[in-house]
């Protein structure tokens, strides 16, 4: 005769859990404050993004592209103006179909 009874799958997971909330975060978002600008760090890197376009290069201090994110320069507002057209041409093609 054969043993038809559900073995129990989860007799680890409370250990699991406790070892991986030790370590440390894979991807953290900071907001600016006032401004649509957000600071991700993955890996030991942080850049700056706006939505799903990344406006700064990778660095290894978040603290400083925050500082960049904060400046408005004339290229700052030249990536803000050509992203929003690449978004209003994504709606509109979107809308056409």
Do not use: H
Request: aromatic share 6%; charged share 35%.
């Amino acid at each position: 005769m054969v043993d038809t009874k559900v073995k129990q799958l989860q007799p680890n997971v409370e250990k699991v859990a406790k070892e991986g909330s030790s370590k440390e975060e894979l991807i953290k978002r900071v907001s600016i404050k006032d401004s649509p600008f957000e600071v991700i760090t993955q890996d030991g890197y942080s850049f700056g993004v706006m939505g799903n376009y990344r406006l700064t290069e990778k660095s290894n201090d978040a603290k400083d592209i925050e500082k960049q994110l904060k400046k408005i320069t004339w290229n700052r507002i030249i990536q803000i103006v050509m992203i929003l057209d690449e978004v209003k041409s994504k709606i509109k093609k979107q809308e056409e179909v």
